[in-house]
T-cell receptor
Framework: SQTIHQWPATLVQPVGSPLSLECTVEGTSNPNLYWYRQAAGRGLQLLFY??????ISSEVPQNLSASRPQDRQFILSSKKLLLSDSGFYLCAWGYGIGDNEQFFGPGTRLTVL | DAKTTQPPSMDCAEGRAANLPCNHS???????VYWYRQIHSQGPQYIIH???NNETNEMASLIITEDRKSSTLILPHATLRDTAVYYCIASLGNTGNQFYFGTGTSLTVIP
């Protein structure tokens, strides 16, 4: 069966510090991978998605970036965090094209102080 | 992707059917309707999806109107554990299959 992992579960970082959040998927190959952010009391905002190694599409311009160094690894990064980067970050995976659902990880709660 | 509109909140008595509406009047012919729910501080959980026909699984039923401009998610016998935010999403099955979540409906199941 497929599983998706995210770490860390919670993170408190000062403004201006770097960020690296990691997501890995097990039990499937060549998945589509996604990063979402959920601010307090808001819906989920799609940040990045990837259909293959090294292929990243950005949905919202911001000071975040994503990378996919391996087939089942997706990393969200920032060189300098802003207060507005606080939120609940969710990684998801899905199969390729077609009417396929996405499966979400447990999330990382990031607080920038 | 088509924008969806949902009521911000609903209550439902435990044991009763919960009917959650969603409007997607600009949906295109090849966009699917997906439903997810999110329990506080957890990742969203897939519930059901459909294109034209009504769908049913072990969790819920999805009723899509003939013109596809709206749909209803039905939880047949709501329990306290069904209290969550429910998201209706219209999405193409294209490359990347991006989902755009709105603010959803906060369903509270009352004992």
């Amino acid at each position: 069966s497929q599983t998706i992992h995210q770490w860390p579960a919670t993170l408190v970082q000062p403004v201006g510090s770097p960020l690296s959040l990691e997501c890995t998927v097990e039990g499937t190959s060549n998945p589509n991978l996604y990063w979402y952010r959920q601010a307090a009391g808001r819906g989920l905002q799609l940040l990045f998605y990837s259909v293959g190694i090294g292929q990243i599409s950005s949905e919202v311009p911001q000071n975040l970036s994503a990378s996919r160094p391996q087939d089942r690894q997706f990393i969200l990064s920032s060189k300098k965090l802003l207060l507005s980067d606080s939120g609940f970050y969710l990684c998801a995976w899905g199969y390729g094209i077609g009417d396929n659902e996405q499966f979400f990880g447990p999330g990382t709660r990031l607080t920038v102080l | 992707d088509a924008k969806t509109t949902q009521p911000p909140s609903m209550d439902c008595a435990e044991g009763r059917a919960a009917n959650l509406p969603c409007n997607h009047s600009t949906i295109s012919g090849n966009e699917y309707v997906y439903w997810y729910r999110q329990i506080h501080s957890q990742g969203p959980q897939y519930i059901i999806h459909g294109l034209k026909n009504n769908e049913t699984n072990e969790m819920a039923s999805l009723i899509i109107t003939e013109d596809r401009k709206s749909s209803t998610l039905i939880l047949p016998h709501a329990t306290l554990r069904d209290t969550a935010v429910y998201y209706c999403i219209a999405s193409l099955g294209n490359t990347g299959n991006q989902f755009y979540f709105g603010t959803g409906t906060s369903l509270t199941v009352i004992p």
